[in-house]
Each structure stands twice: as C-alpha cells, then as structure tokens.
C-alpha cells in the first residue's frame, strides 16, 4: 500500500492505494464488495469513495491487485542488481520475487484464481499473464520487438501460470518443490532458442507453440 493518499484522491489512486490490501481481506470475504469496504475502513477510506474505485466487480479488484504486484516485484531489485544476473536467474528471481510477495495472501490468490478459471473471465486472465510476464522480461533487459517479442512473453506467461497452480498446494519447506519445478521451466524457455530452429521447418518434426507450452504443465517434465 503506498505511503499516504492524497487529500483529494482521484478514483485511480484510490484503486492503487487499497489495491495492495484486498487478498487479505478476500481471502475471508472473497472478491466482492465487502472485502474492499474492510480494506477501506482498516486503511481510513471513505467506504463510498472505494466503492466507487472498484465498481466494476471481482474481476476489476483482481486485476487492481495484480498490478500491485507487478510494482512491488519491480522494486525487489535494482537495475544494477539485475544486470549482474543472467538471463535465466534475472527471470528465476523475479518470479521467485513474485511468489514472496504472494506468500502471505494465498487463500486470496486462491480465490482469484477460481474466479479468473471461469469462462467469461479467460481472455482477461491472460491479458493479466501476458503483462505479468511483459514486465519481467522488460525488468529482465529484453528489448526484442520482432518474433522473439511475443514467443518469450507467451512462454513465460505459461511458466508463471503453472507455477502458481504448483505454488497454491505447495506445502514443502520454503516453497522447494515450487522453486524446484520453476527452474525445470525456466530451463525449458532458455533452450526455446535451440529448438526454434524447427519453426522454419527444417527437420522431420515442425516445432508446435502449443505443444511446447503444455509440457511446462507437468511437475516431472
């Protein structure tokens, strides 16, 4: 939650200022409105005005919430400690970065993540994946705008799906088994380039974007 609202907040920064708030009380409440109204009256907003700033349902407070988390996960790390990294560990600890941050609100990630499986609510969750995983790879130093743009994004989208649906059941130690099945998937995505050979077509077998995202779904693979 930032810092302080202004004296005369507009409905946005109302939004960014309860945003951070909402899974804790959703997960007692679920997504409705009476989460927002007790993440209001803990933080001292007018119940009217954040009724207001999410009135467009659980969907709009999930997407609200999630943006949040992009902004605390960008700043977990410098751009100097970022540029010291490798590709594949800039990538790992930013996900990673993301999973810290989630920790303490799991039975509200939980919740959103019923919610957003519905079939109305699919084109909105991956549009919420998609920028998800345009913000690490931007924080990551990627500046691809051909091809390469849009394979590196769907794929880490991907990744960072089923990661959490690992993630949500994980009951090891510090998270092992999902930290452990995260690097299978980053690995997966940094020998992308080794296979993207098989687009062009050379070889026996044509590579298939889709086959290729619903293996990083296995735990084993």
Same mark, same amino acid.
């Given at each position: ?7 005369? %907040?507009?409905?946005? #920064? ?5 945003? %951070?708030?909402?899974?804790? =009380? ?6 409705? #409105? ?20 999410? @009135?467009?349902? %659980?969907? &709009? ?10 902004? =605390?996960?960008?700043?977990? !790390?410098?751009?100097?400690? *970022? ?10 600890? *930013? ?7 989630? !920790? ?14 519905? %079939?109305?609510?699919?084109? +909105? ?13 931007? *924080?990551?130093?990627?500046?691809? $705008? &051909?091809? @390469?743009?849009?394979?590196?994004? $769907?794929?880490?989208?991907?990744? !960072? ?12 130690? @510090? ?9 299978? +998937?980053?690995? @997966?995505?940094? =020998? ?22 619903? +293996?990083? +779904? !296995?735990?084993?693979?």
């Amino acid at each position: 939650m930032s810092a302080s609202l202004p004296e005369d %907040p507009t409905l946005d #920064e109302v939004r960014a200022f309860l945003a %951070p708030s909402l899974a804790a =009380q959703a997960a007692f409440d679920g997504w409705t #409105e009476k989460a927002v109204l007790a993440a209001a009256e803990l933080a001292g907003v007018d119940s009217d005005l954040a009724r207001l700033a999410f @009135n467009d349902g %659980p969907v &709009d407070m999930i997407d609200a919430w999630f943006q949040a988390i992009d902004e =605390q996960m960008a700043a977990k !790390y410098s751009a100097d400690e *970022l540029a010291a990294m490798k590709v594949r560990q800039r990538i790992k600890a *930013l996900v990673e970065a993301r999973l810290d941050i989630l !920790y303490a609100d799991r039975e509200g990630l939980r919740r959103a993540v019923a919610i957003l499986a519905a %079939p109305p609510h699919l084109r +909105r969750a991956a549009k919420m994946g998609w920028r998800a995983a345009d913000r690490m790879w931007r *924080l990551a130093g990627d500046t691809a $705008t &051909d091809y @390469n743009h849009y394979t590196k994004r $769907t794929l880490l989208s991907g990744v !960072y799906g089923s990661t959490i649906s690992v993630f949500l059941d994980d009951e090891s130690e @510090n998270f092992a088994e999902t930290r452990a099945f995260l690097g299978r +998937r980053i690995e @997966n995505v940094m =020998q992308f380039e080794k296979v993207k050979a098989k687009v062009t077509g050379r070889g026996g077998d044509r590579f298939s974007m889709a086959r290729f995202i619903g +293996r990083l +779904r !296995y735990r084993g693979a």
